[in-house]
């Protein structure tokens, strides 16, 4: 298991070789009505088709970094790129997912998915993605759903319409917001497992906010510990289990190791 922390920034492991997609370069971000510091000078790289995921305390700036990183936020210094193109704002090539699935009671499945694509691009350009749309459906299991409304979906099957309206605007990478939060544990579980098909079917690149230590851990190849606010990256630890992960990789001695060394390491310094 690789492990690199450089002077306070934590930088992916070299074993992780696909192509920059996305570089973070000093980025912090005070909000000086309030006097809090909420990051301070975060380095990081993501590279083509891996999974990262970021944990730390509760107010360490994860949230904050995450709408920085979608171009919902400014940063006060530093410099946000994705595919060699500064974030100065919402793209269609930022893929964001929240930790409610937030589909328009009133518009059935399909059109909550083609939602992005009207709001850009007008109803003809939404009703030209039908057929994309369909496709999503079927990859996350919901072939035959797309004419029903949200109530007849249960909390499952709506974020999983939630990830097709994200993945219908085809982009470079996925930013998800403790996504499966809201789910009981049993959906949970399940929701991640089809999250990592969905990604690996599809190479995307993504970064994942939480709470959870074994999520982390079971769905990256690298996990990002921060530090108490001013939030900055303290350790990268490389998720050496092989892929496809599943649920019974938990009882590997190797993913309780991980689950510990994040852990203590977020007791003995995070939280004091």
């Not at 410099?79 to 704002?89: I, R, T, Y």
């Not at 001013?230 to 050496?240: K, L, M, N, Q, S």
Request: net charge positive; charged share 20%.
């Amino acid at each position: 298991m690789a492990v690199l922390s450089i002077a306070g920034e934590a930088v992916a492991p070299a074993g992780l070789l696909g192509r920059p997609v996305y570089e973070l370069r000093g980025v912090s971000k005070t909000f000086v009505r309030r006097n809090v510091q909420a990051l301070d000078k975060v380095d990081l790289v993501l590279r083509e088709g891996t999974f990262s995921s970021i944990i730390g305390p509760s107010g360490c700036g994860k949230s904050t970094l995450l709408k920085i990183m979608a171009g919902l936020q400014p940063p006060s210094s530093g410099s946000v790129v994705l595919e060699g193109k500064p974030v100065m704002g919402p793209r269609r090539d930022i893929g964001m997912m929240f930790q409610q699935a937030t589909l328009f009671p009133w518009r059935t499945t399909i059109e909550n998915i083609v939602l992005p694509i009207e709001i850009r691009d007008g109803k003809a350009a939404a009703r030209a993605k039908h057929d994309q749309a369909r496709q999503l459906l079927d990859l996350v299991g919901l072939k035959g759903f797309e004419n029903v409304y949200p109530s007849e979906l249960s909390g499952g099957m709506a974020q999983r319409a939630a990830i097709c309206r994200m993945l219908i605007t085809e982009p470079a990478v996925l930013l998800l917001d403790e996504p499966f939060s809201a789910l009981d544990e049993l959906s949970r579980d399940f929701m991640n497992m089809e999250l990592q098909r969905i990604c690996l079917e599809r190479n995307a690149t993504s970064f994942l906010v939480t709470h959870s230590i074994p999520e982390a851990v079971i769905l990256s190849d690298v996990v990002y510990v921060m530090s108490p606010r001013p939030g900055r990256f303290v350790e990268a630890i490389t998720v050496d289990l092989p892929r496809p992960r599943t649920l019974d990789m938990m009882s590997d001695p190797r993913f309780g190791t991980l689950v510990h060394r994040i852990r203590n390491h977020l007791d003995k310094g995070a939280f004091q």
